[in-house]
């Protein structure tokens, strides 16, 4: 195996219907050739009492992206995960890489339906998506790294978890959570470099055709343009980052990995999937009930791994542009009471802290408790 592949493993390709609306989800394994059976995925059944297979030891930790991205983006921290002793899973959310769009109920929203209803329809249906392949896995416990935009999605995960806690008797138990630069939309964008400010105004001030135009040309530069082209897209607009963000897309290594994670997220062309997801992921609209995610911690004598709620822990750095780190410190201090662990890197931007330093190495290891 090359240095490259160490750094940032590719991962094999799975997919299955999901029951609730017969569509494809596309979801990737890293590091197969390392277990005892490769591809195999009938042996991926996490705690089995009556299995004396080492692998059933392996911790599933399931990554969710960021937006506009894909799966792909789980490479930047599989090896970290791998070396710390478990086994990372993430998939593309609908509409992203190989997995089937929204169905037409979640696309095409009433005319007199409440827009933070059909957004939290859309959260619901996401959510789903994550129950339905935890099923399909057959796990009984498992971890979750989530990233940027799909920090977001990551908080309706955990919520609609402890939610079915209530009521449902036999479930994988979710035991820790980790949020890498995670967005949050009620904060506003305050803060974000000129390009993510436009955005937001786009989802916020209902001109999502907007967003289309955007993401449509990208999808469809991305097809059509070499990839010294994309590389060259992509430093154009390394201006607006801070520091730490340009050296490291710098790095031809990461600059292209970005480029590969983004082709991949656009594979299906011009589509709604972008301007959905993101407007999902940024809105400032009450999608989620903070107060009942508050009562969770709020309630929790302390955030351990035995008690009744899952281990948070949150990484932002203090010069992203892309989620300002007040995003993070809402977060921890509004959401989770203070409950959840809060790490700040003082140098970070966005790009960083995901493909540069030791943060990798801390979130396998929170997530791995």
Excluded at 249 to 265: G, K, R
Aim: charged residues 20%; glycine residues 6%.
């Amino acid at each position: 195996m090359t240095d490259n592949q160490l750094l940032f493993p590719s991962p094999t390709k799975h997919e299955f219907k999901l029951s609730s609306s017969g569509k494809t989800l596309a979801y990737y394994t890293f590091f197969d050739d390392d277990d005892d059976d490769n591809n195999n995925e009938s042996n991926d059944k996490i705690g089995d009492s009556n299995s004396n297979n080492n692998k059933d030891l392996i911790h599933p930790v399931l990554y969710i992206h960021g937006t506009p991205s894909s799966a792909m983006e789980a490479s930047l921290c599989a090896a970290q995960v791998h070396k710390a002793g478990g086994k990372l899973y993430a998939f593309d959310r609908p509409g992203f890489g190989y997995s089937d769009p929204y169905t037409n109920d979640i696309i095409n929203r009433p005319k007199d339906e409440p827009e933070e209803r059909a957004l939290q329809r859309r959260l619901e249906y996401v959510c789903n998506c994550v129950w339905e392949l935890i099923v399909h896995l057959n796990w009984s416990k498992f971890s979750i790294i989530g990233v940027s935009g799909g920090g977001f999605i990551t908080l309706g995960v955990l919520q609609s978890y402890l939610n079915r806690k209530q009521h449902v008797t036999t479930m994988a138990k979710l035991e820790a959570v980790a949020i890498i630069a995670g967005v949050y939309g009620p904060v506003g964008s305050e803060g974000m470099m000129k390009n993510n400010q436009d955005i937001c105004k786009a989802v916020n001030g209902k001109n999502t055709w907007k967003l289309f135009t955007i993401f449509g040309i990208s999808s469809i530069m991305s097809k059509i343009l070499p990839r010294s082209a994309l590389q060259r897209l992509f430093k154009a607009q390394m201006s607006q980052m801070p520091q730490s963000d340009q050296e490291a897309l710098s790095d031809p290594i990461i600059l292209d990995q970005f480029c590969d994670i983004m082709t991949h997220a656009m594979r299906q062309g011009p589509s709604w999937a972008a301007p959905l997801d993101i407007s999902l992921c940024m809105s400032s609209k009450p999608i989620l009930n903070e107060e009942s995610l508050k009562s969770y911690y709020t309630s929790s004598n302390d955030n351990s791994h035995e008690d009744h709620v899952p281990f948070v822990s949150i990484f932002h750095g203090k010069k992203d542009m892309n989620v300002p780190v007040t995003h993070g410190i809402y977060v921890h201090e509004e959401i989770f009471q203070k409950k959840s662990k809060l790490f700040l890197y003082e140098e970070d931007g966005h790009a960083s802290i995901l493909c540069v330093g030791n943060v990798r190495d801390e979130v396998a290891k929170a997530v791995l408790i």
